[in-house]
């Protein structure tokens, strides 16, 4: 719970905003100061992303123990190592034990990023479509440094958007991508059409469109 902002000038054209974070950490209410990341849009090092809440970062010799977590003692983590997402950790004695050793982590609390659309209007050749049968089958997602977003018409039924190739190594992150993917899509005939975008992982997604084929029944 965020009780407390302000915003704060920094030298140059980039300002800092701080919060006082109310947070339930082992049994007892705590509270942070916490500040937001700058976001880069351009940003493709995949060891910098920011996208987790209370998070700390690492960076030194080769590792598999992090410590220095006792803001979080009991809680369960998400984790970017060394670029690529890890299976989540709970937090015990202000530290965790990893996988694999890395040499730069992000650790913190994970929040799900959700898009829902408006009821879609299109695919019809006797006026709006609107209120019709419709049924969307695959969507291209128009995307930029994006990594790890998944697509569908409700939260029940989503399909990842695939990003690693054979090109890839398997032990590295994958690299931001920008362009166009083509996504199954899951959906039934309804009159509604909704399509939801969600990220779960601590990647980064910028969508800058969605284009949906579907077939609508003007009967």
């Not at 040499?103 to 408006?118: D, E, N, P, V």
């Amino acid at each position: 719970m965020c009780e407390s902002v302000a915003v704060i000038p920094k030298e140059d054209s980039e300002y800092e905003l701080y919060m006082i974070i109310k947070r339930t950490i082992g049994g007892a209410t705590k509270r942070y100061v916490e500040f937001l990341n700058t976001f880069d849009f351009d940003q493709t090092d995949n060891t910098s992303f920011n996208f987790l809440d209370s998070q700390l970062s690492y960076s030194g010799s080769s590792a598999t123990t992090i410590s220095g977590l006792s803001h979080l003692e009991g809680q369960t983590v998400s984790i970017l190592a060394n670029g690529a997402t890890h299976p989540d950790k709970v937090v015990s004695s202000g530290q965790i034990t990893l996988d694999r050793a890395v040499t730069k982590a992000k650790i913190g609390l994970s929040y799900t990023s959700i898009l829902k659309t408006m009821r879609i209007d299109a695919g019809s050749q006797n006026g709006s479509s609107q209120g019709k049968t419709k049924r969307i089958y695959e969507v291209t997602a128009r995307l930029f440094e994006s990594v790890g977003v998944e697509v569908g018409p409700d939260l029940n039924n989503m399909e990842r958007v695939p990003f690693r190739t054979s090109a890839d190594p398997m032990d590295q992150g994958i690299p931001p991508f920008t362009g166009d993917k083509e996504v199954e899509f899951r959906g039934n005939y309804d009159t509604d059409g909704f399509m939801i975008v969600r990220q779960t992982q601590p990647l980064p997604l910028t969508l800058l469109s969605l284009y949906p084929r579907l077939i609508t029944n003007d009967g």
